[in-house]
C-alpha cells in the first residue's frame, strides 16, 4: 500500500548520500519507512560537491530507490549544508536610543536585517544564532522586547559557508529526474545537535563532536544556545589512507582500522607486543605497534584540532557537561580517554544512536553513530513531502463541495476574527500611542519646571553673593568683596552680568584709591607740589 504521509531527508555526505523517509508520531518517536544510499566519494570532496552531473545522477538514484519502498512519488526533500567551508563567525550590532526607550520586536528585527547585510567575500551568511543582548552597561538577555533602555547591543553568531554551496545543491536538485525541489535547506551540525544533544547537556554547556569521514565538525552550546561552529577538514579517511602508506589496499586498510585500530594504546613494557602482528585472513599483516602509531598520530592531530576550535569558542572552561562524540569515526577503540588526555575534558559521553525514537526499521545503519545528522535532518522537517498523483485520486464529488464549503466558512471566520484581532491591535496602538504621547508631554513639562526651578534658584543664590559683596565693599573689605563679585560672575546669570560688571569695575577702583601705600605717595606728590608753589 503506497503511503502519502511522509517528510524525506538527505544528507550529501563525503562517502555517501543518504537519503531517508519517515513519519512522526505523536509520541515524538519517528517510523523510517525507506532508507537508501550510494557511494560519493568521487564526486563530494569534505562535503562540498565537485562534480555536479555525478552527483545529479546519485540524487536521483537515492530517490527513486526511496520512492520504490514508498511506492508512492516524492515532491520536495530537506537538505543538509555541511561541509569545510561551514563556519561561525561573530558579530556586534549596537543602537544608541533616547532616555527609557522601549526595545520593541520591529528595533530587533532591524538589527538583525542589518547584520544579515554584513559584507562578506565568497562568502554567505547560512544561518543566524542569537546570542544574548546587552542592554544599557552591562544587563544581559536573550528577551530584550520590552525593556527600556538608552542603549542596546546585539550579539549574533553567523554561520557562514561558500556561496556555491546553496547553488550547487540547489542545480543538482533541479537537473534530477523529477525535478525535485528542496523543502528547506538545514544547517547538518545544528541538525545533528538536536538528534543527539540533550536539554540539560545544551543549557549546562558542552561541546559536540561529530567525526566524519573527511570533516570532524565541532559545535559548543551553553545556556541552550549554539556559541561556536567550525568544519576541520580531516576525518577517520585520514586514517585510513595513512595506513596505505604500509603497502596495502585502501579496503584493506579501513578493515585494519575498524578490526584493530584504536585511538589510544597504554605503553607497555612486554616484549612480546614489540613482536605482535596482526593479520587479515593470513593475506596482510602489520606489526602492531606501527599500526598504532600511525592510529594515535592521526587521531591525536585531529584531537589537537578540536582541542583549539574549543579554545577558540571562549567557552573551553565553561562546559560543565563536557563532551559528547558521534559519527563513524567516534566508533574508534578508546576513542573516549584519548579525548580526555588531549582537550583535558573529563566528562565525555560517546552518541551512537540519536535521542530520538526510531520505529519501524530494525538496521544497524542506525547504531553506530553514522546516520545521526541524517535523522536530526528527518526530525526537523514539517511539510508533507509526497507528489500526490491527480490520476490516482477518487474523491467523491459531493465530499469534495463539502469540503470547499467548509474550507470557505473557515476562511470567512478566519478573516472576521483576524479583522477583530487588527482592529483590537490599532485600539491598543493608538492608546499606547497617546499614553505615550501623555507621558513624552508630561515628561518634558517637568523638564522645563526643574530648569525654571534651577534657574530662579541661581538667580537668588547670584543676589545674594552681589549683597555680600556690596556690604563688604561699604566695609571696605574689597579683598572679600572682589571674592564674592567674581563668585556671582562664575554663576553666568545673564540678567545679572551687567550689575556684576559694573559692581566689579566700582571695587577695583575703591580697592586701588584706599590702598594706604598709594595714599602715602599721593601726599609726598601734594607736598611737593605746595613746596615747589612756596
Do not use: W
Not at 512519488?73 to 569545510?84: A, E, H, N, T, W
Amino acid at each position: 500500500m503506497a503511503v502519502t504521509d511522509f517528510i524525506v531527508a538527505i544528507e550529501l555526505g563525503s562517502t555517501k548520500i543518504t537519503g531517508v523517509a519517515g513519519k512522526k508520531n505523536a509520541d515524538g518517536s519517528i517510523q523510517i519507512l525507506a532508507y537508501a544510499s550510494e557511494k560519493s566519494s568521487d564526486c563530494i570532496k569534505k562535503g562540498a560537491i565537485c562534480n555536479l552531473d555525478k552527483t545529479t545522477q546519485l540524487i536521483t538514484t537515492v530517490i527513486s530507490q526511496l520512492e520504490e519502498m514508498l511506492q508512492a512519488s516524492i515532491k520536495k526533500v530537506y537538505v543538509g549544508l555541511g561541509g569545510q567551508s561551514v563556519r561561525s563567525i561573530r558579530n556586534t550590532e549596537s543602537k544608541k536610543l533616547e532616555d527609557d526607550t522601549r526595545i520593541s520586536q520591529a528595533l530587533i528585527d532591524a538589527m538583525m536585517k542589518r547584520n544579515l547585510e554584513l559584507p562578506l567575500i565568497d562568502q554567505e551568511i547560512l544561518a543566524v544564532e542569537a546570542q544574548e543582548y546587552k542592554i544599557g552597561n552591562n544587563q544581559l538577555t536573550t528577551e530584550p522586547v520590552g525593556i527600556p533602555t538608552d542603549h542596546i547591543e546585539g550579539h549574533f553568531l553567523n554561520i557562514i559557508g561558500r556561496n556555491t554551496l546553496k547553488n550547487y545543491i540547489r542545480q543538482c536538485f533541479r537537473q534530477a529526474g523529477a525535478g525535485y525541489e528542496i523543502a528547506d535547506y538545514v544547517i547538518s551540525p545544528i541538525a545533528t545537535a538536536q538528534a543527539v544533544l540533550t536539554a540539560s547537556e545544551k543549557r549546562s554547556g558542552c561541546v559536540l563532536v561529530d567525526f566524519g569521514a573527511e570533516t570532524t565538525t565541532v559545535t559548543v552550546y551553553k545556556n541552550n544556545i549554539l556559541r561556536h561552529l567550525a568544519v576541520i577538514p580531516l576525518g577517520g579517511n585520514n586514517i585510513t589512507k595513512d595506513l596505505c602508506s604500509q603497502q596495502m589496499e585502501e579496503e584493506e586498510a579501513e578493515q585494519f582500522k575498524l578490526t584493530f585500530g584504536s585511538a589510544y594504546t597504554a605503553t607497555s613494557e612486554n616484549e612480546d607486543d614489540a613482536n605482535r602482528e596482526y593479520s587479515l585472513d593470513g593475506k596482510v599483516s602489520i606489526r602492531a605497534y606501527k599500526l598504532e602509531d600511525i592510529v594515535e598520530a592521526r587521531v591525536e592531530e585531529i584531537l589537537q584540532n578540536v582541542s583549539n576550535q574549543i579554545l577558540l569558542s571562549d567557552y573551553n572552561d565553561k562546559l560543565l557537561a563536557g563532551a559528547i562524540l558521534t559519527g563513524g569515526a567516534a566508533n574508534l577503540a578508546n576513542m573516549e580517554e584519548a579525548f580526555s588526555r588531549i582537550t583535558k575534558i573529563e566528562k565525555v559521553r560517546t552518541a551512537l544512536t540519536s535521542n530520538i525514537e526510531l520505529v519501524g526499521y530494525a538496521n544497524l545503519i542506525f547504531q553506530n553513530g553514522s546516520q545521526n545528522t541524517l535523522i536530526g535532518l528527518l526530525a526537523t522537517g514539517k511539510d508533507n513531502c509526497c507528489k500526490i498523483d491527480p490520476r490516482r485520486q477518487q474523491l467523491d464529488f459531493i465530499s469534495d463541495i463539502q469540503e470547499k464549503q467548509d474550507e470557505e466558512a473557515r476562511r470567512q471566520e478566519e478573516e472576521a476574527h483576524r479583522q477583530a484581532e487588527e482592529a483590537k491591535r490599532k485600539a491598543d496602538e493608538a492608546k499606547r500611542k497617546a499614553d505615550e504621547e501623555a507621558r513624552l508631554k508630561k515628561l518634558e513639562e517637568d523638564r522645563i519646571q526643574q530648569e525654571q526651578m534651577r534657574l530662579e534658584r541661581r538667580r537668588r543664590e547670584c543676589e545674594a553673593l552681589i549683597a555680600a559683596a556690596t556690604s563688604h565693599m561699604n566695609k571696605k573689605e574689597f579683598k572679600a568683596a572682589l571674592a564674592k563679585a567674581r563668585e556671582a560672575q562664575n554663576m553666568s546669570v545673564f540678567e545679572k552680568s551687567e550689575e556684576i560688571d559694573t559692581l566689579i569695575t566700582t571695587i577695583s577702583r575703591l580697592k586701588e584709591e584706599n590702598n594706604p601705600f598709594k595714599r602715602f605717595i599721593n601726599r609726598l606728590r601734594d607736598g611737593a607740589d605746595e613746596i615747589m608753589k612756596d
